[in-house]
């Protein structure tokens, strides 16, 4: 099975390409948000995320990337021939390639202006309507984000949008 994990900063477009590719490809989409919204909507005391603004899961990400890990192996055995495209923030690519060493791996980032990316921010259903100074820290962690990874981008390819 051909694996391509595409990741990077929350509202980079990580779920458009995914789509895109996935039409292009004939392929699946595994989406981590649903992924972990389902385990965490069943395990109420499975949590991803502390009180404090993240971009990434901060609590149990080693549980949740073998849950993914045994997930994507057991696809595997039963479409052996197929192309699977993993696509979510949960994982920094070093992460992801510790347990999947053939995945390709898309990174996409925004390192623009701390405007364009509060316009991007504003356009999510559920952060449009958060305080100035919370979207703020959010444009922030995303650039930082978007940084380290096309800073680090030495075995994956890093795409700025």
């Given at each position: 099975?051909?694996?391509?994990?595409?990741?990077?900063?929350?509202?980079?477009?990580?779920?458009?390409?995914?789509?895109?590719?996935?039409?292009?490809?004939?392929?699946?989409?595994?989406?981590?948000?649903?992924?972990?919204?389902?385990?965490?909507?069943?395990?109420?005391?499975?949590?991803?995320?502390?009180?404090?603004?993240?971009?990434?899961?901060?609590?149990?990400?080693?549980?949740?990337?073998?849950?993914?890990?045994?997930?994507?192996?057991?696809?595997?055995?039963?479409?052996?021939?197929?192309?699977?495209?993993v696509e979510g923030c949960?994982?920094?690519?070093?992460?992801?390639?510790?347990?999947?060493?053939?995945?390709?791996?898309?990174?996409?980032?925004?390192?623009?202006?701390?405007?364009?990316?509060?316009?991007?921010?504003?356009?999510?259903?559920?952060?449009?309507?958060?305080?100035?100074?919370?979207?703020?820290?959010?444009?922030?962690?995303?650039?930082?984000?978007?940084?380290?990874?096309?800073?680090?981008?030495?075995?994956?390819?890093?795409?700025?949008?």
């Amino acid at each position: 099975m051909k694996l391509i994990y595409i990741t990077g900063a929350p509202r980079c477009g990580k779920t458009t390409l995914a789509k895109k590719m996935a039409t292009e490809l004939n392929c699946s989409i595994f989406s981590l948000d649903a992924f972990s919204k389902s385990i965490r909507n069943t395990f109420c005391d499975f949590k991803l995320y502390g009180d404090d603004i993240s971009i990434r899961p901060v609590i149990n990400n080693d549980i949740f990337l073998k849950l993914v890990a045994d997930y994507t192996n057991n696809y595997s055995i039963d479409y052996e021939n197929h192309t699977l495209i993993v696509e979510g923030c949960h994982f920094t690519p070093e992460e992801f390639k510790s347990k999947f060493a053939n995945a390709e791996i898309i990174a996409l980032g925004r390192t623009g202006a701390t405007d364009e990316i509060i316009d991007a921010i504003k356009q999510k259903d559920w952060m449009h309507n958060l305080p100035d100074e919370i979207i703020l820290q959010y444009a922030k962690l995303i650039k930082e984000y978007s940084i380290k990874l096309k800073s680090e981008a030495h075995f994956y390819e890093y795409i700025e949008v």
